[in-house]
T-cell receptor, first 114, second 110 residues
């Protein structure tokens, strides 16, 4: 069974640009969550999508947005990039049920903003 | 977002030694998870715990779901060099929201 796939693995952007990251969940998983990981802040929750609807949202500005498609694949977009957005962005999928449904992570997209 | 209290923050041990780390929270969780992250990779699920008091093993790894539902422990026996990495705990309450510990960095000295 294929794991969670994130593309691209690495991105370098300049301030003010926008970026789109992609995530393909494990087959059969309907929930996709996005996390930002930085050395100082650890794993910070961005948002979760389930059946094409945003179900949960973290405390990030509106520049961070996402969507989920009917095949459960998800994209995350960051507009007007800032230097502080440099981080490892992790996608995680799960069955999405309320219990017995652990997160399975992809290898992330390393975003560097210069 | 909320983070769990994970300790120790880092550990330096000799190969063959046993390792213990724990995670605590002021809130009750329904599920406890333990992950390992290698440099440049995403976290990999090691053990999932679903019931208070549950003790689960995965090879040399053993984890326990605290009976108060506010803590969890991970033990690694007879450590080897490939155990090096960062270990994270995660707790799940209601809904599909997960809260993560700040991580324990493990270094194994051959």
């Amino acid at each position: 069974k294929a794991g969670v796939t994130q593309t691209p693995r690495y991105l370098i952007k300049t301030r003010g640009q926008q970026v789109t990251l992609s995530c393909s969940p494990i087959s059969g998983h309907r929930s996709v969550s996005w996390y930002q990981q930085t050395p100082g802040q650890g794993l910070q929750f961005l948002f979760e999508y389930f059946s094409e609807t945003q179900r949960n949202k973290g405390n990030f500005p509106g520049r961070f947005s996402g969507r989920q498609f009917s095949n459960s694949r998800s994209e995350m977009n960051v507009s007007t990039l800032e230097l502080g957005d440099s981080a490892l962005y992790l996608c995680a999928s799960s069955l999405g049920t309320l219990i017995n449904s652990p997160l399975h992570f992809g290898n992330g997209t390393r975003l560097t903003v210069t | 977002g909320q983070q769990l209290n994970q300790s120790p923050q880092s550990m330096f041990i000799q190969e063959g030694e046993d390792v213990s780390m724990n995670c605590t929270s002021s809130s009750i969780f329904n599920t406890w998870l333990w992950y390992k992250q290698d440099p440049g990779e995403g976290p990999v699920l090691l053990i999932a715990l679903y019931k208070a008091g549950e003790l689960t093993s995965n090879g040399r790894l053993t984890a326990q779901f605290g009976i108060t539902r506010k803590d969890s422990f991970l033990n690694i026996s007879a450590s080897i060099p490939s155990d090096v990495g960062i270990y994270f705990c995660a707790g799940q309450r209601t809904g599909n929201q997960f809260y993560f510990g700040t991580g324990t960095s493990l270094t194994v000295i051959p």
